[in-house]
């Protein structure tokens, strides 16, 4: 990725700002939720959000998704009907443009409510009407079903829950971890769990591999590397990594 969009994310994290830093205890399948302290900094609050969608009405993060995202996303999830999870749904305009390609079956969240009636003024009363949900929610406690969704599409929201914990990285790779295995149990078995980092690539990679060794949970089938489907796109010009698990 360019110098100067790692070192946007690295100073603002404008866009997907959804870790709830209340103690939080959750069970899942695939674990319980321990507590945890505050961070040092200000990215893991509530306030420090609201105010940032307020001031920026639409962002994409890292790429767009016509001819950038979408061909390596629609190649692993061809079936516009699924049910995609979207965490961190923001001022993000990339995902409106995701819905208007046919993937109307969306649900998103985001944490902070500003963030949340971004989005809603970004997609329209008229999208809004055919949106499956989209709420207020906590990434490492989620409000949704076992085995909801057939797909996850991340842009920078685990990197951002990452960057979160400060500099505190036991507490921030805690917190990832805890995100993760909540995707995992979400995703269907066989779901795509589609994550597009740049800032923290190795700390993704590391808490899917824990969980991975915990629970057997995910196959991962793109790991960085240069990828060019079929129709020609090569991943090198998405400005960001795309590292790709399946649900088992």
């Not at 990339?94 to 989005?119: K, Q």
């Amino acid at each position: 990725m360019s110098t100067s969009l790692l070192l946007l994310l690295l100073l603002s994290i404008q866009c997907h700002g959804w870790l709830s830093l209340k103690t939080c205890h959750h069970p899942t399948r695939l674990g319980e939720v321990s507590s945890f302290k505050e961070p040092d900094n200000e990215f893991g609050n509530k306030n420090f959000w609201d105010k940032k969608y307020t001031e920026e009405s639409e962002f994409s993060w890292y790429c767009g998704w016509s001819e950038e995202l979408e061909p390596f996303f629609s190649e692993l999830v061809p079936d516009t009907s699924s049910k995609v999870l979207i965490p961190g749904i923001g001022n993000d305009g990339c995902i409106r443009d995701m819905f208007d390609n046919g993937y109307t079956h969306l649900s998103a969240f985001d944490y902070a409510p500003e963030g949340v009636e971004c989005a809603k003024r970004l997609f329209g009363p008229s999208r809004m009407k055919l949106m499956d949900d989209m709420r207020v929610a906590d990434a490492r406690s989620l409000p949704y079903d076992d085995e909801t969704y057939d797909a996850v599409l991340d842009k920078g929201t685990l990197d951002s829950i990452y960057l979160s914990g400060g500099s505190d990285k036991d507490l921030a790779s805690e917190h990832l971890g805890m995100a993760v295995k909540e995707l995992a149990r979400v995703l269907k078995r066989g779901g795509i769990a589609f994550c597009v980092t740049a800032a923290c690539v190795e700390h993704v990679q590391n808490s899917f591999d824990k969980c991975n060794e915990e629970q057997r949970c995910w196959k991962q089938i793109r790991d960085g590397s240069i990828h060019i489907t079929d129709d020609g796109y090569t991943s090198n010009n998405v400005d960001a990594t795309m590292l790709v698990w399946e649900r088992v």
